[in-house]
């Protein structure tokens, strides 16, 4: 098991307050996680992902490029 967070707000502490109470749990928290972003609304309404967008080299893509780099090691060797 380990923590993803999603749907951080930029310019907040929100995110940090987060991270810091997921620590105190002692389960892995991943490093990378998503923004609120108008991407992620868009591609739902559109039937695809971020990945899919005509922009996939926006910010919403590379956050899930990230977590899907970050959760593969955390598969493949345990660790993140």
Do not use: C
Not at 49 to 62: G, N
């Amino acid at each position: 098991a380990a923590f993803i967070v999603t749907r951080r707000i930029k310019g907040t502490n929100i995110g940090k307050e987060v991270y810091e109470q997921l620590e105190k749990l002692e389960l892995p928290v991943f490093q990378w996680g998503t923004h609120q972003r108008v991407d992620y609304a868009t591609s739902v309404e559109r039937g695809l992902t971020v990945m899919d967008l005509e922009y996939e080299r926006s910010e919403a893509a590379k956050e899930i490029s990230l977590i899907t780099a970050e959760i593969e090691e955390f598969i493949n060797y345990g660790t993140n």
